[in-house]
């Protein structure tokens, strides 16, 4: 009798889809971590799945039927990465501009490090240690410092000190030495350090202090209360805007951003949601005929840090990342009310 659990035996084919399935959100967030899209994440998933069910019959059960998938995964991954292409973000690739000189120029889609919601990536558990370190293993500062790794080393620092995999499994999953796997942690570990992730803080759950700082944003921001709502930042807080490669730091000229090239932002309305374990808002803008209603803007993902708000993250691209996060498509009348309520 086959154990799909630990797959100790070839799982019959009428099994095999609902085993695999329970490993889904555990590597749909293993390979965001590796590729820094949500998307390519997904496509590398479904390829996953794809040469599991070719190559189901040659699986003999010497491993578990979870690290069989994760080897395929990180073959997957491995060669989506061969091209040496990595996702950033705006402040990776360039100085901060001022806001009375800002240039908006947009790059591909394929420059930036995506946002990525919450329950594709994050698997349930009971242990709020292990959530907490999944919740911090996804955030955008985290994962674009992963993107500076090389693609094996990556693939190392993600199964040694995020999924706690043992110096042995990885060798056995990467077909190395412990030796090598060991050397390729401590140098990933040097580059990480070096590149001085930002912290922030954790908010799952939210506590109460970090509950009224979004309860004052969102009344800031709704209110277009700009003096107010500078008050909510760090000095040195961070906007940037992607697929533009604009960003900016400190409340002057983010305040001045708002108030002159971001105006058309004023009367936007926003909608709570999570991305990459922190908190977010589907941002909708007043139609610009005048109409009733508002349409999508900008998904914002918010970093927090010490009470303050460290980085406003504002997504631009709606059309994709609307529907991915299962925000209404436009805010009509009745839907503004109930968010009033």
Same mark, same amino acid.
């Given at each position: 009798?086959?154990?799909?659990?630990?797959?100790?035996?070839?799982?019959?084919?009428?099994?095999?889809?609902?085993?695999?399935?329970?490993?889904?959100?555990?590597?749909?967030?293993?390979?965001?971590?590796?590729?820094?899209?949500?998307?390519?994440?997904?496509?590398?998933?479904?390829?996953?799945?794809?040469? %599991?069910?070719? !190559?189901?019959?040659?699986?003999?059960?010497?491993?578990?039927?979870?690290?069989?998938?994760? &080897?395929?995964?990180? #073959?997957?991954?491995?060669?989506?990465?061969?091209?040496? #292409?990595?996702?950033?973000?705006?402040? +990776?690739?360039?100085?901060?501009?001022?806001?009375?000189?800002?240039?908006?120029?947009?790059?591909?889609?394929?420059?930036?490090?995506?946002?990525?919601?919450?329950?594709?990536?994050?698997?349930?558990?009971? +242990?709020?240690?292990?959530?907490?370190?999944? &919740?911090?293993?996804?955030?955008?500062?985290?994962?674009?410092?992963? @993107?500076?790794?090389?693609?094996?080393?990556?693939?190392?620092?993600?199964?040694?000190?995020?999924?706690?995999?043992?110096?042995?499994?990885?060798? %056995?999953?990467?077909?190395?030495?412990?030796?090598?796997?060991?050397?390729?942690?401590?140098? %990933?570990?040097?580059?990480? !350090?070096?590149?001085?992730?930002?912290?922030?803080?954790?908010?799952?759950?939210?506590?109460?202090? @970090?509950?009224?700082?979004?309860?004052?944003?969102?009344?800031?921001?709704?209110?277009?209360?700009? !003096?107010?709502?500078?008050?909510?930042?760090?000095? +040195?807080?961070?906007?940037?805007?992607?697929?533009?490669?604009?960003?900016?730091?400190? &409340?002057?000229?983010?305040?001045?951003?708002?108030?002159? @090239?971001?105006?058309?932002?004023?009367?936007?309305?926003?909608?709570?949601?999570?991305? #990459?374990?922190?908190?977010?808002?589907? @941002?909708?803008?007043?139609? %610009?005929?005048?109409?009733?209603?508002?349409?999508?803007?900008?998904?914002?993902?918010?970093?927090?840090?010490?009470?303050?708000?460290?980085?406003?993250?504002?997504?631009?691209?709606?059309?994709?990342?609307?529907?991915?996060?299962?925000?209404?498509?436009?805010?009509?009348?009745?839907?503004?009310?109930?968010?009033?309520?």
């Amino acid at each position: 009798m086959s154990d799909l659990a630990t797959g100790t035996a070839t799982a019959p084919e009428s099994d095999l889809d609902a085993a695999m399935d329970r490993y889904r959100v555990e590597l749909t967030g293993y390979c965001y971590r590796m590729l820094g899209s949500s998307f390519d994440a997904e496509d590398a998933v479904q390829d996953t799945y794809v040469r %599991a069910w070719r !190559s189901h019959a040659k699986f003999e059960g010497r491993s578990s039927l979870r690290s069989w998938l994760y &080897r395929i995964a990180t #073959n997957v991954c491995l060669d989506q990465l061969s091209a040496g #292409n990595r996702r950033a973000r705006p402040m +990776d690739l360039g100085a901060p501009q001022h806001q009375a000189s800002a240039i908006l120029n947009e790059r591909p889609e394929v420059t930036w490090l995506e946002p990525v919601p919450d329950g594709r990536v994050l698997p349930q558990t009971t +242990d709020p240690a292990e959530m907490a370190l999944a &919740r911090e293993s996804v955030r955008l500062a985290f994962v674009a410092a992963l @993107q500076h790794l090389p693609a094996k080393q990556r693939a190392v620092l993600i199964l040694r000190e995020v999924l706690a995999w043992r110096a042995d499994e990885v060798a %056995a999953l990467l077909e190395t030495t412990v030796a090598s796997v060991n050397s390729a942690l401590q140098r %990933a570990r040097a580059t990480m !350090s070096a590149t001085r992730v930002r912290e922030s803080d954790a908010a799952d759950p939210l506590d109460a202090e @970090q509950v009224k700082l979004l309860e004052q944003y969102l009344s800031a921001f709704e209110a277009y209360d700009i !003096s107010r709502l500078t008050t909510l930042l760090h000095d +040195d807080a961070v906007l940037s805007m992607p697929p533009f490669d604009l960003w900016l730091r400190g &409340r002057a000229d983010i305040a001045a951003w708002h108030l002159n @090239q971001g105006i058309g932002c004023k009367g936007s309305r926003l909608v709570p949601t999570t991305a #990459n374990g922190l908190p977010a808002f589907g @941002q909708y803008r007043p139609r %610009a005929d005048g109409g009733p209603g508002h349409v999508p803007w900008a998904l914002q993902v918010l970093e927090i840090s010490d009470g303050k708000i460290v980085g406003l993250n504002a997504f631009l691209d709606t059309g994709r990342w609307f529907p991915l996060f299962g925000l209404p498509e436009e805010l009509g009348e009745s839907d503004e009310a109930e968010q009033g309520a």
